[in-house]
């Protein structure tokens, strides 16, 4: 687009605008689909169409992608002037012009964004937004027109104030490669889940918007009372929501990544959690520190098989642990075999093993989630007897008889009474 917007701000927003251009031009003209008050004026090439071809063109541009559909096409005498995402010849003429924004139902930020007909196919389908940031990925033929992707965006969404390129996560500490290249320049925010604050500094520490569902589930089965180790917090989304929806007896948070604990314990004091222990240091390290617990998180895909000896090691009479993985449905019989494996080792029996799908990751791979429940060899029956049988009664040391219906219950009592009429009446 060959013109800069400029919009005049209503007198409530004057705050927003600055300089000497304060009383003018408000900074942040942002919306597409403003009030007609807030509409702003664009310099824009076009074509200049007779009037009896203008629908027929128009339709031609809007198929190139190359129509300025958010821009008041003008009509003039005999013409029509239709405003163009650059200089092109088609055989009509073409000039620079100043167009009116108009109301436009934009389902997209595709809808608006200047790039060459050919190259909208690779434009991004999907992006992540943590906090006020979007964060994407862009396919190397999209890289000389990525700022006017992340303009388009920031113009589509009013809430989106900085879009940052993500070129994978690296290192032992889970660290973004990160580049701003729209908005205002810098990688920090703070994003709201499930109604809890999180301050998150995108160049220094991972989070992952996309668990969000999954952080519920898994908060959704702590019970009361129980001690839960989370070596992978990050910033802290499981731990800080396990101990402020649940009733945890503690929850163990930590990270080996300084900064992700800094932000993790910043996060436990903006959202006033009293049940949350930070700890800085390596998995296996803190988990041989804070054992024995009840339940452990080990949200780390690619190599938390890895530390399933420590986490089963931490584990106490019995617990439960969440192992995520990566997988090709094919491979999810061998990775539950291989969990069977490592819990032998550990002479722990498993009592119950779920796999849950957690979300698509690429189109033949999957991120699932293993809940793996396990008890001591220790902690089990009797070669011969029940589980229910091998328990005794914590007064008398006599075996307990295990659970009764309701309707055994009553018909036992009955059965008592009876007995001690009879006996009054001998």
Partial sequence: MAGRLFSFPPRSHARLCRGNLARRFCLRPKILNREPWNRGVVRAWCIVVPRELGEEVRHQLAALGVLQKHLRIV??????????????????????????????AMRSYKDVVAVPGPLRRFLPSSFDVIGDIAVLKIPEELQPHREAIGLAILRWNPKIRVAVQDRGVKGERRVRSIEVFAGERRTTTVHTEHGLRYRVDLARAYFSPRLASERQRIADLVLEGEVVADPFAGVGPFAIL???????????????NPAAVELLRANIGTNRVDRVAAHEGDAHRILEKVAPVDRIILDLPHTAFDHLPDAFAAIGASG???????????????????????????DLEIRDLQLHTVRAYSPTQ???????TVVRASHRAAPGRSPSASRTSPTTGTPARGRRSARTARRLATRGRRS?????RK
Avoid: M, W
């Fill in 320 to 346: 439960v642990v969440h192992v995520y993985r990566i997988l090709e449905r094919a491979d999810e019989r061998a990775a539950a075999d291989r969990i069977r494996a490592i819990a032998a080792q550990a």
């Fill in 242 to 256: 396990i101990a402020k929806r649940r009733r945890p007896k503690l929850v163990h948070a930590s990270d080996v």
């Fill in 366 to 372: 999957h991120h699932v989630a293993f809940d793996v």
């Fill in 420 to 424: 001690r009429h009879s006996g009054r």
């Fill in 75 to 104: 009509q003039e005498r005999d013409c029509v002037l239709l405003p163009t995402t650059e200089r092109l010849d088609i055989g009509f003429p073409t000039e620079q012009r100043d167009f009116n924004e108009g109301f436009v």
